[in-house]
């Protein structure tokens, strides 16, 4: 195997060189890197910064989102119940109300029987007295006076009226 010697001209050459070059290297070009390096440091910290600003202000939308939705939820529930209380209290007025108008017409139905029953009574009784004479004066043969004419009228409503309350 044969060893490899380095050549100490070269080595010296190269040690140089890279002095040289590494010295242009750190007057040149490493503070630009290096100003670079910071300020892309600086842009990420600083957009690390706003993302945090972002998300504590996304927290606090959030929170009060919830906030207004919990009020609007409750409101919604508060505009429910006074609807159905104002249905319940119309269906009331509107029962009472037809109650009302109901027995009204009752009452007027039982008036308008009262009075055309009080009506056919009255008819009925005229024409029971016209017949009960005409009857009487046929049976008896002859007129009745007055008096008993007017007694037999009575007597026979006084009938009639008994049949009916039956």
């Known amino acids: 195997m044969d060893i490899i010697i380095p050549n100490t001209t070269e080595m010296w ?19 630009p890197i290096t100003k670079m390096l910071d300020e892309r440091a600086t842009k990420i ?7 945090e600003d972002t998300r504590v202000e996304a927290e606090r939308l959030l929170d009060e989102y919830k906030t207004q939705m919990a009020d609007a939820r409750a409101e919604a529930a508060q505009v429910i119940e006074q609807g159905r209380k104002v ?43 016209d017949l009960s004479v005409a009857v009487a004066g046929k049976i008896i ?17 006084a009938e009639v009226g008994s049949l009916n309350e039956n």
């Open 87 to 129: 249905a319940e209290s119309m269906k009331a007025e509107i029962l009472a109300k037809a109650r009302e108008e109901a027995e009204a017409e009752k009452a007027k139905a039982v008036a308008a029987i009262t009075a055309e029953k009080e009506s056919a009574m009255a008819e009925l009784k005229g024409e029971v007295a």
């Open 45 to 51: 910290r600083e957009s690390l910064e706003k993302a």
């Open 141 to 157: 043969g002859s007129s009745l006076s007055k008096a008993d004419h007017e007694a037999l009228i009575d007597k026979y409503l």
């Open 13 to 31: 050459v190269n040690i140089v060189a890279f002095v040289v070059v590494f010295f242009v290297l750190a007057k040149f070009a490493f503070p």
